[in-house]
């Protein structure tokens, strides 16, 4: 049995004044009911940002809001229709995972998994507004790309041999490439630049900055970092200053670009490499317009806490060592009888002792028992592969195109599809299936 494989969306490093932006939909069919609990037949889900704003699946049939904006600012015909059009696109699902079967001579035991997903990337401008630099439209079948579109040139990608059939079939379909192409430059960053306008209503979170140091490699260097977490919307700009003047790549900063905490917040961390020796004045400066915070955080000189360890476990071993010497030198005066002021006879059947010796007895030497932790964090960067699809792809875009070549609704990812039997453009939507 297939495990479900599912699109994972990665992130870009931002630069210091602009901010990406993203609008995807995802898409995943099973080729029968899995009864495992949160997976279902069919889902769809619309990602601003990777973060869920609308949602679908084939046990509640509806499309829902999930964030509140945009349960506020949708009307309801954009709900119905777009429930309309997932609808239909479950259906889409069943008819061509049951053609990619036949295709791959696969029988019904196995379980097998068909995505779609589309969307794009856009960049945030001086002037406000968002400029398109990437889309994505691709497919996947049981883990495995199967299918994407080359947005700069205008054609379709075969990674396998089992879609090459597929892709020169749609290859000559010169309406499907182009409406793919301006769906993904046009519509789909109109619909972004939407809804990122309507996420700004949301009340902004402010960053809390920190300020820090740790060791580099190099004993007399360490690393100065600028961090601000914690943070809504998640357009930032953070700086790295050296007595005023703005630290740049070229002096050796490097990002970790805006990254989401997990709760809905976000992250970035700038870091540069600086002598240890240096006195320079350090400030992280962190401007985050949502929320009206304007900040300028100086470094206070502390050093690593690690800094001083290789002194200290020297100063240790010494002490250790003298310990040790001055003990010896007590056994020895003890056994010769000359610590005390008298000496016990060999023939005496006294007992007694000069209470030196219990002390010795007594004496127990504890080492030192420090330890040093070091924790590390690393992105998983786990990435499930994009499913593997056969021949029946069929290319149902959100914004769907009628059989007269004008657009839907303009719901996005959830424009009902026509009929199979439109055309010429029935390739555009829901209706076309190759067989």
């Avoid at 609990?37 to 990777?50: I, K, R």
């Avoid at 700069?152 to 075969?158: D, F, G, L, Q």
């Avoid at 005390?340 to 010795?360: P, Q, V």
């Avoid at 959830?414 to 076309?432: A, C, E, R, V």
Wanted: hydrophobic letters at 30%; proline letters at 3%.
């Amino acid at each position: 049995m297939y495990f479900l494989a599912v699109f994972v969306l990665l992130g870009t490093g931002l630069t210091a004044n602009c901010a990406m932006h993203s609008l995807t939909y995802i898409y995943t069919a099973f080729s029968k009911p899995v009864e495992l609990p949160g997976l279902h037949e069919f889902t769809a889900m619309g990602l601003l940002d990777n973060k869920m704003i609308d949602y679908f699946d084939s046990d509640n049939q509806n499309k829902v809001p999930k964030q509140d904006f945009m349960k506020e600012q949708m009307p309801a015909e954009y709900w119905e229709k777009g429930t309309q059009s997932r609808q239909s696109k479950q259906q889409w699902f069943k008819v061509n995972i049951n053609i990619l079967m036949k295709r791959m001579r696969q029988n019904d035991t196995d379980v097998h998994i068909l995505q779609w997903m589309h969307g794009c990337k856009g960049e945030m401008q001086p002037d406000g507004k968002l400029e398109y630099r990437h889309g994505t439209d691709m497919y996947s079948y049981d883990g495995t790309d199967f299918l994407s579109f080359d947005d700069n040139e205008s054609t379709w990608v075969a990674p396998t041999a089992a879609s090459l059939q597929t892709k020169r079939k749609w290859d000559e379909v010169q309406v499907l490439k182009e409406y793919t192409k301006g769906y993904l430059e046009t519509e789909c960053m109109d619909w972004l630049s939407k809804f990122v306008e309507f996420g700004k209503q949301i009340d902004a979170i402010r960053p809390n900055v920190h300020v820090f140091s740790k060791k580099a490699n190099s004993e007399k260097n360490i690393i100065l970092s600028c961090m601000a977490t914690g943070f809504y919307p998640k357009d930032i700009t953070l700086h790295i200053k050296r007595n005023g003047r703005v630290l740049t790549k070229e002096d050796g900063v490097s990002t970790t670009g805006t990254r989401p905490n997990g709760d809905e917040t976000y992250q970035r961390t700038d870091r540069v490499e600086i002598l240890r020796t240096d006195v320079s004045t350090y400030t992280c400066e962190v401007k985050h317009v949502a929320s009206g915070m304007h900040v300028e955080k100086e470094w206070d000189h502390t050093l690593p806490s690690g800094s001083g360890s290789i002194i200290g476990a020297g100063v240790g071993v010494l002490l250790v060592l003298l310990l040790l010497a001055v003990l010896a030198v007590l056994l020895v005066l003890y056994k010769k009888g000359k610590l005390g002021g008298s000496s016990k006879s060999s023939n005496s059947t006294d007992d007694t002792s000069d209470g030196s010796g219990e002390a010795l007895k007594s004496v127990t030497i504890k080492g030192s028992d420090e330890s040093v932790d070091s924790a590390g964090t690393k992105d998983s960067g786990v990435r499930n592969h994009d499913i593997e699809a056969s021949e029946a792809l069929i290319k149902g875009s959100d914004e769907s195109v009628d059989s007269a070549g004008t657009k839907d609704s303009g719901v996005p990812g959830d424009t009902p599809t026509s009929s199979p039997q439109s055309s010429p453009t029935s390739s555009l939507q829901g209706g076309k299936y190759l067989r």
